[in-house]
């Protein structure tokens, strides 16, 4: 059996308690964790960057998936990596140089994630898949949690997976937005690997059984 993760988003949790939240989780029995930066230029929104997670890294175990919604990631590589990121994810159409942000993601010590919005054909991830530890198929326009789900997002998360297994790969397909437990189960037989689930988890609690559901979801 495939393995499923959770990865709650921390944009529907409560800011003004995230070590709280973090241990929460922890206790909950998760293992991942996604943070959403956005820097209000790549989306309207603002969030939060290097100095909270590196605030928050020592007091957690989690594995910090983080999904960087900002204009030029590049440059700001390092910074997470010292800030204790496990995963970079940037964002396909921020740049022209997308091998060498990966390759220096790679260099940096972390995983590497590529993330694509509704829009955005799936070739432009092909040549990369070998670098790739994930990509993001983005299932709503990134900046705000809540939304809903754009149903052709399906139909690319079964042609990206058709595209890794043809190529004997093991990259994981992460899929990020208006995830419930109403299309959960459709989504990992699809072949998403990782949901990430802002409003559908954190507006439940308590999160040990909000993760059971989907976890009764997924293997059922
Ligand atoms: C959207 C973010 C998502 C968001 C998902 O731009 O990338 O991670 O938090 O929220 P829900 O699960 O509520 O659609
Ligand atoms: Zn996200």
Not at 101 to 111: D, P, V
Not at 139 to 148: D, E, L, M
């Amino acid at each position: 059996m495939r393995r499923f993760i959770l990865s709650p988003s921390l944009l529907s949790a409560d800011f003004g308690n995230l070590r709280g939240e973090l241990e929460a989780l922890e206790a909950a029995g998760l293992e991942w964790v996604h943070w959403d930066v956005m820097d209000g230029l790549f989306v309207p929104n603002i969030t939060f960057g290097p100095p909270v997670i590196k605030a928050l890294r020592a007091s957690s175990k989690l594995f910090f998936d983080v999904h960087l919604m900002i204009d030029h990631p590049e440059r700001y590589i390092r910074e997470f990596a010292d800030a204790g990121a496990d995963l970079l994810c940037v964002h396909a159409e921020t740049g022209v140089h997308l091998e060498r942000t990966i390759s220096a993601i790679r260099e940096a010590g972390m995983q590497t994630g590529l993330a694509l919005n509704p829009a955005t054909p799936l070739n432009v991830a092909e040549y990369l898949l070998p670098q790739l530890d994930m990509v993001l198929v983005m299932s709503v326009n990134p900046g705000f949690g809540g939304q809903k789900f754009i149903p052709f997002c399906k139909e690319k998360i079964a042609a990206l997976s058709k595209m890794i297994r043809e190529r004997g790969l093991s990259t994981l397909i992460q899929v990020d937005g208006g995830v419930t437990l109403d299309n959960a189960r459709e989504l990992s037989d699809l072949g998403a690997d990782v949901l990430v689930s802002g409003s559908a988890f954190f507006g439940h609690p308590p999160y040990a059984g909000r993760y059971q559901d989907f976890q009764r979801k997924m293997e059922s």
